[in-house]
Structure formats: C-alpha cells, structure tokens
C-alpha cells in the first residue's frame, strides 16, 4: 500500500516557490522543498491529484494555481517505514501572495531561481531532481 503526494513547481518572474518544511513536519522536517501534500481516500473520484494539489497549495500558502502538467512521478520510504509515491506538477500561479499560512506545515516561503536551489547547501537530491525537470518542462511548454 502506497501514500500518494503530490507537489507543486511553481514558476513566477524567473524564480520557484519554496517553502522550509515546519520542524513537526514527519517527513524531511526543516528541508528546503516544493510545496504539496497526501491525497485522501476519496472512493469512486476523478482529478484526484489536481484536486489534491490545489487544495494543499491553498490551505498550506493562500495562493490559487492552475493549468497544471505533468513533471514526473518517484517512490521513496519514509523515515517511518511508509512507501509514497509522489508526483510533481508545474502549476501557474492565478491569484494570492504566498504566505507559511499553515505553520504546522510551513516554516518558511520564499522565492529561489533555479541556480539558487542547485547550489542551496540543505537541498535534498530529489528536489534539485525535480526542478531540473520542471525547469525543462517549463522551457519546453513555454520557451521560458
């Protein structure tokens, strides 16, 4: 049995919004990551993961995103022995100023460039994975 996470690569005037994960957060707790969360059970459902991601962005940031396509999809375990499959989006930023609206979850929120993150010392592996291949996308859906 997997959890399913999905985040969210969102890309406005040349920079990503990140977040530094709450200190009580379970899982990479105080890490430099993209903003997202777990999909509920839901039964018989459709747009699932969209639905998922623009809610978290929301209750996690204030923000409202949109048009969302597909970066890619990994698996990890967490350190509690949880497998998760997490699948991340590149979103547009619609409305709202992004905030650490839940600071259950969110410590910090602040715009990076992309080299910033590369080169950011706490960085995880799988999210400089990630950005990269956003970053693509990015390139590739809009000539960014």
Known sequence: MFVVNVEGAIYRNGKWLMIRRSEQ????AGCLSMVGGK???EGMSSDILERTLKREIYEEVGIEVDDLIYVNSSSFVSGKGTHVIDIVFLCQH?????????????GEVMWMTTEEILVYKDAPSY????????????TFTTGV
Do not use: R
């Open 127 to 138: 999210l400089i994975e990630n950005i990269k291949l956003a970053a693509n996308k990015l």
């Open 94 to 106: 619609v409305t709202g100023e992004p905030y650490a609206k839940s600071k259950e979850e969110v």
């Open 39 to 41: 999909c509920d059970l």
């Open 25 to 28: 957060e379970e899982h990479a």
